[in-house]
């Protein structure tokens, strides 16, 4: 009968039991799960029942955790996942959590850009932790992604990006993401990719600080190859700064919109 072993299918004998299955495939498994339920006590298989064996701190084979994402994306959403091309332009607030979003479903290749350095600052929004403090974001950025996907195919560029250096940065992208804080900056990636670019998608954000209302960051599409993300007023400045909860909805509101281009959705 068919049974699914870490979501790969496998015919075993009926009779069989979770334990046996640990035995044959994986003995030194600490954790047996049954149909997403941790068991203690041996349980008689079924035609078609899922079986987890998970060993503590050891990291799955690429091939082991392909079979477990595309169960979870279902393959044909997983195989377009696997074959994109992603540039996040900025590794702080908004990068560094697009680019764990995109990271733990398996896109295919990122490249990321920032010539800056984790500070203390960085933490109340920023992805990164107390050990990465002092190091290049584009470094860091690559010790947070070997923690949640170590398959994914990346590339770190440490370099300040500006209007003379935008061109040849992404040009092997089909998406990019503007993440940064500066507004000058901000729109000066825009608009080259915009003029210079058009054959790219860009997803920007605008419009996230302070502790309003979650509902007013929202994601609208100004052009064919250009969306915003945000609610388009709320600046940083005193008594209104920039947090986890907000920043990181309006990074996740890119990185969802990125997986919605990449599925060959038009709308928002």
Known sequence: MEVFLNEKSIVVNKGSTAFSIKRS?????????????????????????????IKRGEIPSKDELE???????????????????????????LGSNVTVSLARIGIGYLKLVDFDVVEPSNLN??????KHLGMKKSEAIKDLISQVNPFVKIETKDIYIDKNNIEELFNN???????????????ELINTVLKKMPEKKVVAASGMAGYFSNNTIVTRKLRDNF?????????????????????????????????????????V
């Open 25 to 53: 495939f994986k003995p030194d498994a600490d954790i047996v799960i049954h149909n997403g339920f941790i068991i203690s006590k041996d349980i008689l298989l079924k035609e078609h029942d899922r079986v987890t064996l």
């Open 67 to 93: 079979a477990l994402m595309s169960s979870r994306h279902t393959p044909g959403v997983h195989e377009k996942i696997k074959k994109a091309r992603v540039g996040i332009a900025g590794l702080g607030g």
């Open 125 to 130: 929004r920023q992805q990164y932790f107390i």
């Open 173 to 187: 992208v089909d998406i990019i993401v503007e993440a940064f804080d500066n507004p000058k900056a901000k729109a």
């Open 227 to 267: 969306y915003l993300i945000g609610d388009g007023i709320s600046e940083a400045k005193p008594g209104c700064g920039l947090m986890a909860p907000r920043v990181s909805i309006a990074a996740n509101h890119q990185a969802n919109t990125v997986l919605r281009i990449i599925m060959g959705e038009k709308d």
